[in-house]
């Protein structure tokens, strides 16, 4: 399978900022498929400045309604009119700050679904829950509440990022990481059937060149979504580097 390495730039850096961090990836790209997803305004023009090379461009959000008197909203088609060709959600923060729920990520993805958008659904427990020792069950359980039918085989994406690695420059040992994305492949095949041994599973939170490699050689790990290390293009050019291919 071919490793996705994903930037989400989240809500930071000017027009002009974004403009140079695309054109930096654009620059240095070789092997792994690339993705950055700027802030919504900044789609339209990082767009205009990967027209043409084999970097792609998500958003961070859409809304599930195809449109309506949803202020301050993006519908799916509106991104992927935009020059979108993927769309993150339920991403923790907006779990967190929007209160998503893994319905209302359903909801949204199978509106991307519809917009022709390949989703990137995330999922990844608290640090209570790891301690715990309920990670792999909060994944699973969040996993079959996000995903909506037909996930797979339009080729949508996973992003495992548990909560507390993110920002934080800590991860989980590559132990860790390896036992929560065989659990998540064994739950979408289990649901998916065979067509599920495609699906990516990515990899998130503090993700930065000096640990790239040990990830990525994990089973399971198709790739990263990157949130920090993916504003320095050099940084995630070297993490894309890093995958083994
Ligand atoms: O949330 C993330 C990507 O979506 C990860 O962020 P960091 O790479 O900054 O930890």
């Not at 659990?183 to 503090?206: C, N």
């Not at 320095?232 to 894309?240: E, M, N, P, R, S």
């Amino acid at each position: 399978m071919r490793p996705l390495i994903a930037g989400n730039w989240k809500m930071h850096g000017t027009l002009r900022e974004a403009a140079r961090l695309a054109e930096g990836v654009r620059e240095g790209v070789k092997g792994a498929d690339l993705l950055v997803c700027p802030p919504a305004v900044h789609l339209h023009p990082v767009a205009v400045v990967l027209l043409g090379s084999p970097v792609a461009v998500g958003a961070q959000d859409c809304h599930a309604a195809a449109k309506g008197a949803h202020t301050g909203d993006l519908s799916a088609e509106m991104v992927r009119d935009v020059g979108a060709t993927h769309v993150i959600l339920g991403h923790s923060e907006r779990r967190a700050n929007h209160g998503e729920t893994d319905a209302d990520v359903r909801a949204k993805a199978e509106a991307a679904l519809a917009a022709g958008l390949i989703p990137i659904v995330c999922v990844g427990e608290t640090e209570a829950e790891r301690l715990a020792g309920e990670a792999e069950a909060v994944v699973t359980k969040q996993l079959a509440g996000s995903l909506p039918d037909g996930f797979a085989a339009a080729g949508g994406i996973v992003a495992y990022e548990p909560v507390w690695a993110i920002g934080t420059g800590r991860t989980p040992t590559e132990a860790e990481v390896a036992a929560i994305h065989g659990t998540m492949r064994q739950s979408l095949v289990g649901r998916f059937g065979e067509k599920a041994q495609g699906t990516r599973l990515l990899y998130g939170g503090s993700v930065k060149p000096g640990n790239a490699a040990g990830i990525f050689a994990l089973a399971n790990v198709d790739g990263a979504l990157v949130g920090g290390a993916s504003l320095v293009a050099a940084d995630f050019l070297a993490i894309a580097q890093a995958f083994p291919v």
